[in-house]
């Protein structure tokens, strides 16, 4: 199996295990009969590539752990992924009618709605969180930590915050440096946190917990330069969602920067410091490897 | 000292304890130079009777407590109804330009600023809620309870899920068990989970943090029949909110189900009510009775 296909296997593990949990996290809501409910099963159905989950499972496995229960912590971790998803999107943040192939949740239903959707998420992603937690029989100081990493790459020095200075920096000048800053924040705080709290659930020692989370920092990175790259090359029906979004909003991205061959090859530079940080904390490297290079080679 | 006195007392002390807390926090965000920062300050800024901190003040000394930590705990519980007070008063929500006497964060800075601080809020309320496990030394097992109380209070079956109940049930007409349902969720959790995580903190046994929870239940209700007679009789410059809002946008509340007079005497009965749950689980009752004659005395 050459190593795209080993990573497209493992994302599809990926998607099979989260999204038959999300369903049925959907379905509570449904039968809670909550007039909420329609619209958050809506937002949890939104497709993907369950990148997030695959390094959890990933990096749970590359530190010994074995218990299926970890599905339950890949599907916190998308949860927390899909609220931001929802707001990123709202008219007041990115204002984007299309995500993954679908009408975005306040296209379908209405600004207020797909608001208090993403604010419900929050408590939902816990609830979860601590059903992984459950599951895999966890001690109350893992718990904890995993609980904290979580909520420490959603808040202000983690993801919404970094979706704040993103909308502040919208048709500034800004240098590589703060470019790399706002990204660290808005999509590489939860990536590394996915790396970080699947080894914290495999109980990973320090030294490899440290390696774990600067591999996700790296790449985390480099799924952002990717992006940029599709953002700049790919078409709307390729990506699922508005192709060239960050041009017709003036955004300073990586291809401003480096042009998008000078971005390839530094997403790609990316990769391999990733890879290499695992090795240097001697984590079995060959699945997140794969899911590294996934990361900078895919079309969507 | 009457007992008026002694529960403006003990409200006063929960003013000083958690307003210094709050600019506290507020000065990291400030300090963390992050653009957010002023918004978030001007929303913790947000003046406040303190009914929240108060009862978990009162219920962690009921139960034994002692430790000034307590101010912390305090501290997140009124961030939590802080961050709900700021989407409630949202356009898309009860859409308020006044607040305690002051605009309210959309009204300042704009709607899409307002959405997203109470969105950083949450993992903020969080924060707190570890410091203040830290600062008391909470083992693991209190800490997750309680955590586990303020996140469900916050949720569907909570908070958010009540504004929600609570919107959709705008201008329709509602069963006064539906009424009840609806508050039980938009003021009532919270107002349980304070009494509840201040017995908790001190260690109370099953049976007085049951008394706690079903006192908490008692003055939500008690708090929120108040609130509508005070929405009918008080002025906008007494309430330091607009007065009459009920009318205008048509709500059902428990004047239209019981008259002004009729809603006053069924406050006062679950007061009375309450303060029985706390002799009936052996908890020492004097300053939450004391709170709970307020609640329902008071003037705004």
Do not use: N
């Not at 809670?32 to 997030?52: N, Q, S």
């Amino acid at each position: 199996m050459t190593e795209i296909a080993a990573a497209e296997a493992l994302l599809a593990e990926a998607r099979a295990t989260t999204d038959a949990r999300l369903g049925e996290v959907a379905l509570r809501f449904q039968r809670g009969g909550h007039p909420a409910g329609e619209a958050i099963r809506y937002a949890l159905g939104t497709v993907g590539k369950r990148v997030r989950p695959a390094l959890v499972l990933a990096s749970y496995r590359a530190s010994g752990g074995t218990d299926p229960g970890i599905g339950w912590l890949a599907t916190a971790v998308e949860i927390i992924h899909t609220y931001s998803l929802v707001h990123d999107d709202l008219p007041c943040m990115d204002d984007d009618a299309r995500r993954r192939g679908r009408p975005t949740t306040h296209v379908v239903f209405d600004v207020p709605t797909a608001t208090r959707v993403g604010f419900l998420l929050v408590p939902v992603a816990v609830e979860v969180l601590c059903q992984a937690a459950d599951a895999m029989g966890l001690d109350l100081v893992t718990r904890q930590a995993i609980a904290r990493d979580l909520l420490a790459a959603s808040g202000i020095r983690g993801m919404v915050g970094g979706q704040w200075l993103d909308l502040v920096a919208e048709g500034q000048r800004l240098g590589e440096a703060e470019l790399r800053a706002i990204h660290a924040r808005k999509t590489g705080a939860l990536i590394r946190a996915a790396c970080l709290v699947g080894g914290r659930a495999a109980g990973a020692d320090p030294t490899r917990l440290a390696g774990l989370a600067a591999f996700g920092e790296d790449i985390g990175l480099a799924f952002q330069i990717a992006d940029d790259v599709l953002d700049a090359t790919a078409t709307t029906d390729q990506l699922g969602k508005t192709a060239g979004r960050d041009a017709s909003l003036r955004k300073m991205t990586y291809v401003s920067f480096l042009g998008v061959e000078g971005a390839r090859a530094e997403a790609r530079r990316m990769a391999e410091r990733a890879v290499a940080r695992l090795d240097d904390a001697r984590v079995e490297a060959t699945a997140l490897a794969s899911l590294a290079h996934y990361i900078v080679q895919r079309q969507s």
